[in-house]
């Protein structure tokens, strides 16, 4: 059982993470670098799919992601050379991204 302390240890705890990752997801938005991250709208559909808090939640698993298989993107990219601004533009987005961390 929790304690009063402890429960409002939690509390606050859970209130700054909620807060740092909306604050992320905000400054995301901003960038306009969403859409690498989540899809932001779909066809037919008259509010966003995700929230600024999702967005700053899963923006950093996104560069962990990107960190991780940054072998296996460039020697894709290699094999393709014509798909190089594209890839160039996703790295924008990831320096972006890292930014708001």
Not at 34 to 59: A, C, W
């Amino acid at each position: 059982m929790l304690t009063g302390e402890r429960l409002l240890s939690l509390v606050l705890l859970i209130s700054f993470a909620y807060t740092e990752a909306t604050l992320s997801g905000n400054t995301i938005q901003k960038q306009g670098v969403s859409h690498y991250i989540g899809r932001t709208q779909e066809p037919n559909r008259s509010t966003r799919r995700h929230s600024r808090f999702y967005l700053g939640l899963h923006g950093k698993d996104w560069i962990d992601s990107i960190d991780i298989f940054s072998i296996e993107s460039e020697l894709l990219i290699s094999l393709s050379p014509e798909k190089l601004n594209y890839y160039k533009k996703g790295q924008r987005a990831v320096t972006l991204v890292a930014s708001a961390f």
